[in-house]
């Protein structure tokens, strides 16, 4: 099992960025696939989800209406779409799975320690 995220970099404020977090061992399909982000200093907080069961999303208060996460069955990716991008986004951004999550409620709660499949992080740098 192993998810490999990327699209991080330096952005200006007000600019967009897309995250892809590619899954490879498994059909990302049948799991919850989160993103969380850890600024420095900061704990890690979850950002955004899509579920398994229904395709239902979650996302943050300080993202929504910004981002937008969705799911390439062909590609075995998720994506998420970040645009209005505010100095408060920096950070590295993680995807996670885990494959007895049946909805968002862990990412929602930021519960990271129950995630059990983590990739490297991307970093996210909004600044000009």
């Known amino acids: 099992v192993q998810l490999q995220a990327s699209g991080g970099g330096l952005v200006q404020p007000g600019g967009s960025l897309r995250l892809s977090c590619a899954a490879s061992?498994?059909?990302?399909?049948?799991?919850?696939i989160g993103w969380f982000r850890q600024a420095p200093g900061k704990e890690r907080a979850g950002v955004s989800c899509?579920?398994?069961?229904?395709?239902?999303?979650y996302y943050a208060d300080s993202v929504k209406g910004r981002f937008t996460i969705s799911r390439d069955s062909a590609k075995n990716t998720v994506y998420l779409q970040m645009n209005s991008l505010k100095p408060d986004d920096t950070a590295v951004y993680y995807c996670?799975?885990?494959?007895?999550?049946?909805?968002?409620?862990?990412?929602?709660?930021?519960?990271?320690?129950?995630?059990?499949?983590w990739g490297k992080g991307t970093l996210v740098t909004v600044s000009s």
């Open positions: 061992g498994f059909a990302l399909d049948y799991y919850v």
């Open positions: 996670t799975t885990d494959f007895e999550q049946n909805d968002c409620t862990a990412v929602a709660d930021s519960r990271w320690y129950a995630m059990d499949y």
């Open positions: 899509i579920s398994n069961t229904d395709g239902s999303t």
